[in-house]
């Protein structure tokens, strides 16, 4: 009896069950009829993949370059990877000219990374049939591509996400921002170009050809197109113009009010002179009026002869010189060129010892916070325009840009520019 059971399973139930995975396989995304638009295929995925190609090299390099402005070989502070290991082989000196140039690389990294959200999201869109493919492999060469592929997109999402998460909340992974985003570019970029070498001869192929190839993209049951093909690229690109025209704005003093997408958006710092965008303010970061006053502030400074001590007035009275620069922030907002004036960093160095200026490592009054603390190269030291400013656009430094002095160093990314400063040591780091 159990055994007939077997040899003759429930004829109609078990048909019924065949029929009925058919359906839900049907309806699942496993199958190639669940895939309906009309707007998928090689062309489409190849026109999106070629911008792809060009945008995400800029990324990348301006990121690799705005990962050697942070002058992260100069140890103790500025290092958020100290395991790079061969990563670091390219980093170089940073210099002090053209002095937008880290305003202009990073400018590009961001608003270009904002811009291209819509067409990565297309791209993936486009061929995400390909995701639900079964058997997930046939072969070891099909598995090996199909692994390359998930650290592609999942490297494209994770260097995308985690830089926006970056600009727009305000580091909410503390300190760790760097090294994310650091090597989940390499693990990306690693993919990328494995992914363009792979398929660039195609994508190129399917741009050129008037009638195009069937392949798997095209859906075997297509539904009516409610928009053309070209209208679905006009579609992603009003996408990008319009993520562009609502972020591009934050690295220009007069069109910040555009820049409605951006966190620091529309400015909010004020009129007058010390109107400017401010990152952190002073109450943000804990510095305390009583601590910055005439009576208790004073500057150390360390060097090869000893440790000098500098009240403001006495600062004051040392050489004061000018210097028009902007500050430019990682998270790709930047000001128009600011006229600060205070004393030379090179001024500083000779003070305790140096002629020839070395590095110096820049300490603030904040106490917590990563970006108390910054080293700077002896390049940046010796430029003439480097200054410990104590005022700017004709007007004392305001409590929220860095009062009694700051740091402002051409060219150099905006987290170098130590506000609130109050000891600085000089040295070979
Ligand atoms: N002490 C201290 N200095 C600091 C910071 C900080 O948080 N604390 N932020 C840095 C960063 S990230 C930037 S972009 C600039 C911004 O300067 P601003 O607020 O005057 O525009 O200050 C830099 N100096
Ligand atoms: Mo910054």
């Not at 291209?116 to 995400?128: E, G, N």
């Not at 007069?254 to 007058?272: E, F, N, Q, Y």
Request: hydrophobic share 45%.
């Amino acid at each position: 009896m159990v055994r007939d059971a077997f040899r003759h399973p429930l004829p109609a139930y078990g048909r019924g069950m065949k029929r009925s995975i058919e359906r839900s396989l049907e309806r699942s995304p496993f199958s190639p009829g669940f895939w309906r638009s009309p707007l998928r295929g090689p062309w489409l995925t190849s026109v999106l993949g070629v911008v792809l190609l060009g945008g995400i090299t800029v990324l990348f390099l301006t990121g690799l370059v705005s990962y050697a402005a942070y002058n992260p070989d100069l140890s103790p502070v500025n290092d958020k990877t100290p395991d790079k290991g061969i990563l670091g082989f390219y980093l170089f000196s940073w210099p002090t000219d053209p002095h937008w140039l880290y305003r202009l690389n990073q400018g590009v990294h961001v608003t270009l990374g904002i811009t291209l959200i819509p067409v990565l999201l297309a791209k993936l869109w486009s061929v995400v049939p390909r995701l639900f493919t079964l058997p997930p492999a046939r072969s070891l060469a099909h598995a090996l591509e199909r692994l390359s592929l998930l650290l592609l997109v999942g490297g494209a999402l994770f260097e995308f996400v985690t830089g926006v998460l970056n600009v727009q909340l305000d580091y909410i992974f503390p300190g760790s921002f760097y090294p994310l985003h650091f090597y989940g570019a390499w693990v990306f970029f690693a993919a990328f170009l494995a992914h363009v070498v792979l398929k660039l001869p195609l994508a190129l192929r399917n741009l050129r050809q008037i009638r195009e190839e069937r392949n798997d993209l095209v859906p075997t049951e297509p539904a009516e197109p409610t928009v053309s093909r070209r209208g679905a690229l006009w579609f992603v690109g009003g996408g990008s113009l319009l993520l562009f025209a609502t972020s591009v704005g934050q690295n220009f003093d007069g069109l910040r009010w555009t820049a409605v997408l951006a966190p620091h958006g529309p400015a909010d710092s004020g009129d007058g002179p010390n109107g400017f965008q401010i990152n952190k303010t002073a109450a943000y970061a804990g510095i305390r009026p009583a601590d910055t006053g005439d009576e208790a502030w004073r500057l150390v400074v360390t060097g090869r002869t000893g440790t000098v001590r500098l009240s403001r007035a006495e600062l004051l009275r040392l050489p004061q010189h000018s210097a028009a620069l902007p500050i430019a922030c990682v998270e790709g907002w930047s000001t128009s060129d600011q006229w600060w004036r205070g004393v030379r960093l090179r001024d500083l160095a000779a003070l305790v010892g140096y002629d020839d200026p070395p590095d110096v490592f820049v300490e603030s009054l904040q106490q917590r916070g990563a970006f108390r603390r910054a080293a700077l190269r002896a390049n940046q030291v010796a430029d003439p325009r480097s200054l410990l400013a104590l005022s700017v656009n004709g007007e004392d430094l305001s409590p929220d840009h860095g009062h009694p002095a700051r740091v402002i160093v051409p060219a150099a990314p905006g987290v170098l520019n130590t506000k609130w400063v109050a000891r600085m040591t000089f040295g070979d780091l």
